[in-house]
């Protein structure tokens, strides 16, 4: 299946008075490593709209294991599950240094047909295209 993964140093502005990475700043990292994944297949958030469909997140599930420190060089991998029907990738976040698991976590997307606003149960055409195969 279609992986992808990034390289951060985490930024005196995401930290916390511990100096521990905020837990909402966890979402944006899933984020970043997701756009890698989707820039891979050329179907990026506005080749998306471009194709008439948006993928709102409909669901983000984030397990914190161990912090992330202000300065460590994490590995963000994001690993898509599920296509069919809707967008399932699971994300790993590691520590470059020790290679410890830090956080893990999912994201689930819907197509959503933009000429009339109406979500699709099956996943449009255009991503199986991307992604190499047939429906």
């Known amino acids: 299946m279609l992986e992808a993964e990034i390289n951060i140093t985490i930024p005196f502005h ?13 979402a944006k990292y899933f984020e970043i490593a997701r756009c890698e ?35 460590k060089k994490i590995k963000v991998s994001a690993k ?7 967008l399932k990738v699971n994300y790993l976040i590691t520590d470059m240094e020790s290679g410890q698991k ?13 000429s009339n606003e109406e979500m699709c149960y099956v996943s449009p055409d255009i991503l199986f295209e991307k992604l190499g195969l047939e429906k």
């Open 14 to 26: 995401d930290v916390d008075l511990m100096a521990i990475a905020w837990h909402g700043h966890y």
């Open 37 to 71: 994944l989707f820039n891979k297949i050329d179907y990026n958030y506005q080749k998306m709209a471009d194709s008439g469909y948006a993928w709102p997140v409909i669901d983000l599930r984030i397990k914190y294991i161990k912090p992330a420190a202000f300065g």
């Open 80 to 86: 898509l599950v599920e296509y069919e029907n809707r």
């Open 102 to 114: 830090l956080t893990k976590g999912h994201t689930v997307q819907v197509a959503v047909d933009m």
